[in-house]
């Protein structure tokens, strides 16, 4: 069931295409006036350009004219009310060329809108970078943490398949998730000695205070937000009992979790050496199934093992 509302939610548009066609090819019996009812087609023809592109509206047009010349086919009586065979032929001929042409239109305006919104995308992304860099420049423990993050957990989505505009929020994300810490003393977050419980405390309040400042920049970064806000949340809040919570954790906050635990452990802190790779990864795969997801743990060994035999 899980499988098959994920299934839906990811070809929307497609599904909603399909049967608006099935829903209008229906309609069609029980209309008189054939030829008039032939605009109706123009509804799926647009959606598919607005929302799949140039490539898969024309695709749409294309499918669309076929159906109604096999329609007239089969229903020549009902469409040979307006005239003759050769006049019906001239109407199909005149209305499956403002189809395609519509189609065209309509999906080179969605395909230009796509390229802007994606150049915006990388501006935003770029800049959002360079204040990541800026503002842990002064920490040389986690200096270029965020961006070690954002790149590994973009490499994780991108080998787990999950859609572009995913990966794209996922990435933005990793590059976010500790913006918090800008509101947070920089004595504490580098403090050598073991903290208090209040202390601890405080800096775990970075996750809402990041989550506070991102809100502020109104619905730019609204998709990166519930990643941002969960990706200090265990998998199984309590493994004795029957803990399904991990369900409500975006995947893209299981991601980030296990590439920030990673990154953590590896880095050298003013109270300890950094973790060999391959004992961070021990750690990750001994707390898979219980503080991190085991599918992403299993992901991310794929992903770190090549440039571990690189380096």
């Given at each position: 069931?899980?499988?098959?509302?994920?299934?839906?939610?990811?070809?929307?548009?497609?599904?909603?295409?399909?049967?608006?066609?099935?829903?209008?090819?229906?309609?069609?019996?029980?209309?008189?006036?054939?030829?008039a009812?032939?605009?109706?087609?123009?509804?799926?023809?647009?959606?598919?350009?607005?929302?799949?592109?140039k490539?898969?509206?024309i695709?749409t047009?294309?499918l669309?004219?076929?159906?109604?010349?096999?329609?007239?086919?089969?229903d020549?009586?009902?469409?040979?009310?307006?005239?003759?065979?050769?006049?019906?032929?001239?109407?199909?001929?005149?209305?499956?060329?403002?189809?395609?042409?519509a189609?065209?239109?309509?999906g080179?305006l969605?395909?230009?809108?796509?390229?802007?919104?994606s150049?915006?995308?990388?501006a935003?992304?770029?800049?959002?970078?360079?204040?990541?860099?800026?503002?842990?420049?002064?920490?040389?423990?986690?200096?270029?943490?965020?961006?070690?993050?954002?790149?590994?957990?973009?490499?994780?989505?991108?080998?787990?398949?999950?859609p572009?505009?995913?990966?794209e929020?996922?990435?933005?994300?990793?590059?976010?998730?500790?913006?918090?810490?800008i509101?947070?003393?920089s004595?504490?977050?580098q403090?050598a000695a073991?903290?208090?419980?209040?202390e601890?405390?405080?800096?775990?309040?970075?996750?809402?205070?990041?989550?506070?400042?991102?809100?502020?920049?109104?619905?730019?970064?609204?998709?990166?937000i519930?990643?941002?806000?969960?990706?200090?949340?265990y998998?199984?809040?309590?493994k004795?009992?029957?803990?399904?919570?991990?369900?409500?954790?975006?995947?893209?906050?299981?991601?980030?979790?296990?590439?920030?635990a990673y990154?953590a452990?590896?880095?050298?802190?003013?109270?300890?050496?950094?973790?060999?790779?391959?004992?961070?990864i021990?750690?990750?795969?001994?707390?898979?199934?219980?503080?991190?997801?085991?599918?992403?743990?299993?992901?991310?060994?794929?992903?770190?093992s090549?440039?571990?035999?690189?380096?």
């Amino acid at each position: 069931m899980e499988k098959l509302k994920e299934f839906s939610v990811r070809h929307f548009e497609k599904l909603l295409l399909i049967g608006l066609i099935l829903a209008i090819v229906v309609t069609n019996y029980f209309i008189l006036q054939k030829l008039a009812f032939l605009n109706f087609y123009y509804l799926p023809v647009l959606i598919a350009g607005y929302f799949l592109g140039k490539k898969q509206a024309i695709f749409t047009s294309c499918l669309v004219v076929c159906l109604v010349t096999f329609i007239a086919i089969l229903d020549s009586a009902s469409f040979l009310e307006v005239g003759s065979t050769l006049k019906l032929f001239f109407n199909l001929v005149i209305w499956g060329g403002f189809l395609v042409l519509a189609a065209y239109v309509v999906g080179t305006l969605y395909e230009e809108k796509e390229k802007k919104i994606s150049e915006l995308k990388k501006a935003y992304i770029g800049v959002i970078e360079i204040l990541t860099k800026y503002l842990e420049a002064s920490d040389r423990y986690t200096k270029g943490h965020s961006v070690r993050v954002a790149d590994y957990s973009t490499e994780i989505a991108i080998a787990m398949e999950l859609p572009r505009s995913e990966v794209e929020n996922i990435r933005v994300a990793g590059l976010l998730h500790d913006i918090g810490k800008i509101e947070t003393s920089s004595e504490l977050i580098q403090k050598a000695a073991s903290l208090t419980q209040e202390e601890k405390d405080e800096v775990k309040k970075h996750v809402e205070k990041g989550v506070k400042l991102l809100s502020s920049v109104g619905t730019v970064l609204q998709e990166a937000i519930p990643i941002v806000l969960a990706h200090h949340t265990y998998f199984i809040q309590d493994k004795d009992t029957e803990d399904k919570s991990h369900s409500k954790i975006p995947l893209g906050a299981r991601i980030i979790a296990v590439v920030d635990a990673y990154d953590a452990m590896v880095t050298d802190r003013p109270y300890r050496a950094g973790k060999q790779p391959w004992q961070a990864i021990q750690e990750l795969e001994k707390y898979a199934g219980t503080q991190f997801d085991p599918v992403v743990v299993e992901a991310f060994k794929n992903v770190i093992s090549e440039k571990i035999e690189v380096s």
